[in-house]
């Protein structure tokens, strides 16, 4: 457990050595003192890996994590929080990160209630939608994004509504507001939404490391099952 949790942070310390040396400062009054010594020691295996092998990684370390001490645990989750807000804006990994943690680890410590259905029509989150594949396609290199968009959106509203242009980029809150109410959807839907994201992941043949991660939070927000899409090659941004 002291090393998962080093690793974790390792992973969020920021490339910019001014903004890391705040990060690990303001972590060293908040951290446990082992943990601390632990991320001194791994931070430069950490950075060094590749960007497709971090949610793997990840993945590792979970079990580790679920032993943590209530105690412990609340205090992983304010020293995650601590990291992700330093450069007061939030990446992609980082979101991935924060819902990947509070899909796979909050259950393990808490009583959490399954989400309420309120939306059962797909037509009722067809804006929330838009803007999750949209940030997708935004996140991606494709000829014909517009195109991608009306192909992917199909999967989701088939024959219910016409189907909006493509939204411009937006920002990770945005995103963040449509999956919290695209959770509140039918397994269906939710179903049908995964698989518009996933059309647009695979629409150029290769998976980027953004693309796979954005969609990991996505599915790690709706609760579904990750897509066996790993096979193919995952390329740098």
């Excluded at 910019?16 to 601390?36: E, F, N, T, Y």
């Excluded at 509203?157 to 189907?163: E, F, V």
């Excluded at 945005?174 to 518009?196: C, H």
């Excluded at 695979?202 to 927000?221: I, M, P, S, T, Y």
């Amino acid at each position: 457990p002291f090393t998962a949790r080093a690793v974790v942070y390792a992973l969020l310390l920021d490339a910019s050595k001014s903004i890391r040396s705040a990060q690990l400062k303001a972590l060293d009054g908040q951290a446990d003192a082992s943990v601390m010594r632990e991320l001194l020691e791994v931070h430069a295996m950490v950075s060094a890996l590749d960007e497709n092998l971090r949610i793997p990684l990840l993945e590792l370390l979970l079990p580790a994590l679920k032993s943590l001490s209530r105690l412990h645990y609340k205090q992983f989750r304010q020293c995650t929080a601590l990291l992700i807000k330093a450069d007061q804006q939030v990446s992609v990994f980082e979101y991935m990160l924060h819902r990947m943690l509070i899909r796979h680890l909050h259950p393990a410590f808490a009583k959490v209630k399954p989400a309420e259905v309120f939306f059962d029509v797909a037509s009722e989150i067809a804006e929330e939608a838009g803007q999750i594949v949209s940030m997708l396609i935004h996140e991606g290199e494709h000829d014909d994004p517009d195109a991608l968009f009306a192909e992917a959106m199909s999967h989701l509203l088939a024959w219910q509504m016409d189907i909006k242009p493509m939204l411009p980029p937006s920002d990770i809150s945005v995103l963040d507001q449509a999956l919290s109410k695209a959770e509140k959807t039918t397994p269906e839907i939710k179903r049908r939404l995964v698989k518009a994201c996933v059309t647009v992941v695979l629409a150029d043949g290769q998976v980027r490391v953004n693309e796979f991660e954005l969609l990991r939070a996505v599915c790690d927000a709706l609760d579904c099952p990750m897509p066996q899409i790993g096979l193919l090659k995952i390329s740098s941004y």
